[in-house]
């Protein structure tokens, strides 16, 4: 087995264990099926974290013009959107995204340096169509993706993408699954798995937050999430825990704005 598969095999385990662990119905069920409690403890804590920490490893990037160069950023692009559209399959945002709004994350997992993660909605077309950008900034590494997202039928119809090494071009998109459109809580189950309201101090302010605590399926494992109308999106800041580890990764809420445009000449 060469490199790229193996960092591969290793990229989709660590995902496994965070869909598990954070209780991803869609995936759990439509994946897993009966699968024991002890097969999210199948991949350790030290290859979860180091495997995020590198998202997307320069020295397994194929070199422009290989037809592998768009099958690598479309995987990759699994990675970075699962964790800046949603957190263990939903999102508990109740503040939307106008067009130009940005908002920038300090993605950290337990004992590693950040992953600053950016979410930006770029631009809104007729017919439920926006333009949204996701990128994250790993070290010195910056990869950036813009994606048409058909929003009313929660698909992605095109990809443009930037690598590390600034190599631009367009990502085929066809029948697999990049984007997965977010569940979104009920506003009764919200209120119910609100737990307190809180001043959450971050890199981007101070902020009057309700605390919102979800159990994982397992009930061996949490996502929190801090949410308030003050910035775009709504959230400042969300995790995921587990009862044997503690804290697995934390996002927290570094800056926002709103004048965000492409950067990939996407329209």
């Known amino acids: 087995m060469n490199r790229k598969h193996i960092a591969s095999s290793l990229i989709c385990a660590a995902l496994l264990l965070v869909l598990l662990l954070a209780g991803c119905s869609m995936v759990s069920d439509a994946v897993l099926g009966g699968a024991s409690k002890g097969a999210s403890r199948a991949v350790s804590k030290q290859v979860e974290q180091a495997v995020y920490k590198r998202m997307a490893p320069r020295e397994e990037l194929p070199p422009p013009g290989n037809p592998n160069w768009g099958q690598y950023m479309a995987f990759q692009a699994q990675v970075v959107f699962s964790y ?140 929190e999430f801090w949410t308030t109308d003050e910035v775009p999106g709504g959230v400042v800041q969300y995790l995921l825990s587990s009862k044997e580890e503690g804290v697995i990764w934390n996002s927290i809420l570094t800056e926002y704005g709103s004048n965000a445009t492409t950067m990939l000449g996407s329209f």
């Open 84 to 223: 800046s559209f949603s957190a263990g399959g939903f999102w508990l945002g109740q503040v939307g995204y106008a067009p130009g709004d940005t908002t920038t994350f300090d993605w950290q997992a337990s004992g590693e340096d950040s992953v600053i993660m950016e979410k930006a909605f770029l631009k809104k077309l007729d017919g439920g169509k926006e333009w949204w950008r996701v990128s994250w900034k790993d070290g010195e590494d910056y990869w950036v993706y813009e994606a048409l997202l058909d929003m009313e039928g929660g698909q992605l119809l095109r990809l443009r993408a930037r690598d590390a090494e600034g190599n631009e071009g367009e990502v085929p998109v066809t029948g697999e699954t990049i984007y997965i459109p977010p569940t979104e809580p009920t506003p009764e189950s919200i209120a119910g798995a609100t737990v307190a309201t809180e001043t959450v101090k971050t890199p981007a302010g101070s902020f009057k937050a309700d605390h919102i605590v979800y159990l994982s399926t397992g009930g061996e494992g949490q996502i």
